[in-house]
């Protein structure tokens, strides 16, 4: 999977204007326009991050902190292409060119959009606005625009996705959006869950760091106590695939989910109960449980 912000960044709402995405620092891009608006540089990020990672092959999860762009994308779209790019009073909806644009970028996709609340500390949203804002200034002053180095399918190492005949089945991720429901398929964190075993982020102290609580613990299966700061000195690929079972989703509370799931990999099993919290605006793993599995 891969996890990404995309932001927007109007000076004067219009105005100079930026939009960026942000993986990690070695994939990232961002552009803008003399004139334009946060709505346009929030759809340009989406539109850009679908585009330059059509060809990687991995599901999509973007945090964005904003809501128009989640419900412009995953609820009224549809009736908007219903009613020819028309909005229920009749009027053409603004920003359609953008909006088309990711109409045909998403087709086919496994992606899923996050709110997260913006200038609140989230590692990867941070990332993003910093180079949005960075763009409009540019464009405001009038110099050259520091575009980054975009995204390359050749540099991503994605956690493995169990597709064995009567597996568990990935989620519909545009559906994800949904965050109670008992169905662990149906839930953000499950696939968030898989995406911390993998290369990638297990290569990316930050992002990886961007999905854990401030005041994460984990209890290992040998009994072992580690905070956030220990986990994150010792952070590594793992030495072999691990793959994710899950056996259920626990809706405890609006802001709280646990996850009950199996890690097996070659060599080992072990159960895990996961905690996560809504911190922030995001997911965030709160406590993990590890206990080796009786074989």
């Not at 939009?19 to 340009?44: P, S």
């Not at 700061?229 to 802001?255: M, N, Q, S, Y």
């Not at 099993?269 to 922030?280: A, I, M, P, Q």
């Amino acid at each position: 999977m891969i996890i990404a912000a995309a932001d927007g960044s109007s000076l004067s709402n219009p105005g100079p204007a930026g939009w960026a995405w942000f993986v990690d620092g070695d994939r990232w891009r961002a552009g803008g326009w003399k004139h334009g608006t946060n709505n346009m540089g929030e759809l340009m990020a989406v539109l850009d991050l679908l585009e330059q990672t059509a060809g990687a092959g991995d599901d999509l999860l973007v945090y964005c902190d904003s809501q128009y762009v989640i419900n412009a994308v995953t609820k009224w779209m549809p009736g908007w292409k219903r009613k020819g790019w028309k909005k229920a009073d009749g009027k053409p909806v603004l920003n359609v060119e953008l909006l088309q644009g990711i109409d045909r970028a998403i087709a086919g996709r496994r992606v899923t959009f996050e709110w997260v609340k913006g200038h609140a500390g989230h590692e990867l949203n941070e990332a993003a606005d910093a180079r949005a804002r960075a763009a409009a200034t540019a464009y405001q002053r009038g110099v050259p625009v520091d575009e980054g180095p975009g995204f390359a399918a050749d540099v991503i190492t994605s956690g493995s996705l169990d597709v064995t005949p009567g597996a568990r089945a990935e989620p519909d991720l545009l559906d994800a959006l949904a965050e109670g429901g008992d169905d662990a398929d149906e839930h953000p964190v499950v696939g968030v869950t898989r995406a911390l075993l993998s290369d990638a982020l297990r290569s990316d102290r930050d992002g990886f760091a961007s999905h854990l609580h401030p005041h994460f613990v984990l209890h290992d299966e040998r009994g072992r106590a580690a905070g956030k700061g220990r986990l994150l000195a010792t952070l590594a690929p793992l030495p072999e695939p691990v793959r994710v079972e899950v056996e259920g989703v626990d809706v405890l509370a609006p802001w709280i989910v646990q996850v009950r799931w199996r890690a097996r990999s070659a060599s080992a099993v072990t159960l895990r109960s996961s905690l996560w919290v809504k911190h922030d605006g995001s997911w965030r793993l709160r406590f993990e449980q590890a206990t080796p599995a009786v074989r």
